[in-house]
């Protein structure tokens, strides 16, 4: 059976056509996994092969020290494991006989209708169509978590997430990271100034020197505040919590 996810899982494509890195990072899943692997008490358990404080967490995430998302996705089919729903306890059908019907159904999760055969095909595809129309409003396959859904995944995102936002907060993370170790001696305006964070904050020849320090100052605020962010995420995510920056 085909596993289904909430949000955009990573596709890799076929063993003789993989797809471009792209592919994976789109998916918030791809992210977690990245996240994970700054965390240096779960590295020190990853190290230790699954032993310490982090050792439940490392049950079901395993050793993240291996630079392939790819092999660490499909290993025991872990992604799934992770990340998938459970299967729909009810597909569409027809119910025979009442004993079929099941008391723990109810208006939110389920629609019964009663289908008058003498009626023309046409006619009941028309009216099944507005009845679907006014009862299922999410979109097509995945509902968002204001319209009811509760996930049933063993681990859920904390909340709604731009992969885009995450990638460059992570890249920040790591810039500032590798200063703080001794490994880079570039300011905080000068890495956002290289990852071009803030356009209208961006040198220019001529700047006189007022606005030259503004903007640098700019940078730097932005720089700070995606390393908080990230700082957090890189900590609340050996709580099985992602992405959550509080």
């Known amino acids: 059976?085909?596993?289904?996810?909430?949000?955009?899982?990573?596709?890799?494509?076929?063993v003789n056509s993989r797809l471009s890195l792209g592919h994976q990072t789109r998916s918030p899943y791809y992210w977690w996994w990245a996240y994970l692997r700054r965390n240096e008490d779960y590295l020190a358990c990853c190290r230790r092969a699954g032993k310490g404080k982090l050792a439940g967490l490392y049950a079901d995430f395993g050793d993240?020290?291996?630079?392939?998302?790819?092999?660490?996705?499909?290993?025991?089919?872990?992604?799934?494991r992770l990340f998938?729903?459970?299967?729909?306890?009810?597909?569409?059908?027809?119910?025979?006989d009442s004993a079929e019907w099941d008391a723990e159904w109810?208006?939110?999760?389920?629609?019964?209708?009663?289908?008058?055969?003498?009626?023309?095909?046409?006619?009941?595809?028309?009216?099944f169509k507005q009845l679907l129309k006014a009862r299922h409003n999410g979109r097509r396959g995945r509902k968002k978590a204001s319209e009811g859904y509760v996930s049933t995944a063993k681990y859920r995102l904390h909340r709604p997430v731009s992969t885009p936002t995450l990638e460059i907060q992570l890249a920040v993370y790591d810039a500032v990271m590798a200063k703080r170790r001794g490994e880079s001696f570039k300011t905080l305006a000068d890495i956002g100034t290289d990852m071009k964070l803030v356009r209208t904050a961006m040198p220019r020849a001529g700047d006189h020197p007022h606005d030259a320090a503004q903007k640098r100052n700019i940078m730097a605020a932005t720089v700070s505040r995606h390393f908080r962010a990230a700082e957090r995420m890189v900590a609340n995510v050996v709580k099985g919590e992602f992405p959550n920056s509080r």
């Open 1 to 14: 059976m085909k596993v289904h996810f909430l949000a955009p899982h990573p596709l890799f494509g076929r």
């Open 64 to 80: 993240v020290l291996n630079d392939n998302f790819h092999a660490w996705w499909t290993t025991d089919k872990r992604g799934a």
């Open 84 to 96: 998938g729903e459970k299967p729909l306890p009810l597909n569409l059908k027809e119910l025979k």
């Open 106 to 127: 109810s208006k939110d999760s389920v629609m019964v209708i009663a289908v008058p055969l003498n009626l023309s095909k046409r006619h009941l595809e028309s009216k």
